[in-house]
């Protein structure tokens, strides 16, 4: 059996609620893709995102209100 590929999604935060949610159409692509999806919380801390990185194939940042700048990371 191949390893399917760890996928980390970013969850949103209803701020209503104060509950992290992701959209299921995220977890069922990535699995109907072959990969393995990983619901990840967005906390503000460098230990907690590192821990949460090792082992990760890859990242998916779903659309929300507020966009990354690319800026950030040198593209344009």
Excluded: H
């Excluded at 801390?45 to 890859?58: C, F, L, P």
């Amino acid at each position: 059996m191949a390893k399917r590929p760890k996928i980390a999604v970013t969850t949103r935060l209803e701020l209503a609620t104060n509950r992290f949610y992701l959209a299921r159409d995220y977890t069922e692509a990535i699995a109907a893709f072959g990969g393995t999806p990983l619901m990840i919380s967005l906390i503000p801390d460098v230990d907690y995102i590192a821990s949460v990185m090792e082992g990760v194939d890859g990242v998916l940042l779903p659309g929300s209100d507020s966009d990354v700048d690319p800026l950030l990371y040198g593209q344009e």
